[in-house]
């Protein structure tokens, strides 16, 4: 583990997000090199989406002595600032999080936390997201500081050649149930969405996006999905690279049509 | 091939946009059976959003005789809203695009055009994202034409075994340039952002992202890259898992810590 390292820390709750309190006490245990570059507002569900044909504001402020920004854009956005306009080098390690609501199976595409995550991974910085199954502003974080300085410890000792980008989400029970830390897969899992029709005082339709959250293959123990709901920490790596390498000799005929 | 299939048809640019057109008067040719909802409003660089804590409008208008709907989300929400409120019965096909501008290798994770396809393949339907190399509104889509009528039969043709997701792009030379079609794979490569800093006539900074396409394999012959810049049409199969597999065992000491 390099010496002080930077660590840069984002996510997509906003900057005055518990989550990212959270986030940032542990962190304080490796380095006091940490700058914080987040997004003024919520930025949940943004996936991976930056800003175009638009400009990007950021505020310089302090979170408890720490050095913090807050951008108008998206997390995606706020990690490509600060790695190019915020920081003078290169960060050891991006943190995001920690994330108000579950990012594991295919919340992973649609999650800013983890879209930030992502980006640092695309970048060449070994980067972790970090969730807790629980939405509520006021849940309580205090039970899974120590896996998060584990998994950080675990994350600066060991080269990028091991993983690039972590996916973490934590069960929200107490301490003592949660039975440790597992390295899992994506679960085959996706939302049944339901669009929830009103009308506004003129008359004309509107819609609200609701879904039922299905897991395809919920028997499945090498998942995330089953991790979480067996009271493990679930770990999954992520990569960028979303070529389907099975199907590439299937479309050969293509290349004759 | 089903005769008559149903065939949705989105993008990013925006309901108007010329890529879309041209897009709706190549699947003409092999139903009558299409529907169209596309963003009201160009959302390039979208990702996989999807609108979080708002409410979505659908307003129904005719292109050339096509049912069609513009919608205030994003491209990802246009096909959730598609599938669960527009349609009665699940599509055979999504199609997206023709984006005005590439989205190959790393573009695949910020385009709106290829997450809306992702988004119709989590939901089990085979789909396509189109894009030509050239982000002029006034760009000629015509030469492509014949490309995208092979490309959606062989989909049509194949079982979803095949494929669940392509991405398909059109460099933007004439047509009896282009060297035929190559099944690929995603480059390895990444945009290095540069920050353009300016002040507002109250003396306050606001940034404009730019950006340096980096190619990190330029000389391998099995990418998207390599396929746009010899004259190829490229076609990418995509995928939903980002699971780094290959990284499952050289995480698993972390089980442990």
């Known amino acids: 583990m390099r010496k002080n390292p930077l660590i840069l820390v984002t996510n997509d709750d906003g900057i005055t997000a518990p989550g990212i309190l959270n ?22 569900g943004m996936g991976h989406a930056i800003t175009m044909n638009a400009m990007l504001r950021l505020k310089k402020q302090d979170i408890e002595g720490t050095e913090a920004y807050a951008c108008s854009g998206t997390p995606v956005d706020c990690v490509k ?34 879209s930030a995550a992502v980006e640092g991974a695309i970048e060449g910085i070994p980067s972790i997201g970090f969730s807790l199954c629980n939405h509520s502003i006021d849940a309580d974080f205090s039970h899974v500081h120590s896996y998060i300085e ?16 972590l996916n973490v989400n934590f069960p929200a029970v107490p301490f003592d149930m949660i039975n440790g830390i597992r390295v899992c897969r994506q679960a085959d899992a996706m939302w049944e969405e339901e669009f929830n029709e009103r009308h506004d005082p003129a008359g004309n339709p509107y819609y609200w996006m609701t879904g039922k959250f299905v897991n395809h293959e919920p028997e499945k123990e090498d998942t995330d999905e089953w991790a979480l709901s067996h009271n493990f920490v679930s770990v999954v790596p992520v990569q960028f690279d979303v070529t389907a390498h099975q199907s590439l000799a299937l479309l050969k005929d293509l290349e004759n049509e």
């Open 23 to 44: 986030l940032i006490k542990v962190v304080r245990k490796f380095t006091n090199r940490i700058v914080v570059v987040a997004p003024d507002s919520p930025q949940s």
């Open 81 to 114: 600032i600060a790695t190019s306009k915020v920081l003078k080098e290169k960060p050891d390690l991006v943190v995001s999080g920690i994330n108000h609501g579950s990012n594991s199976s295919i919340n992973v595409i649609y999650s800013g936390t983890m």
């Open 150 to 165: 584990k998994i950080i410890h675990f994350a600066l000792n060991n080269s990028s050649s091991n993983f690039s980008c």
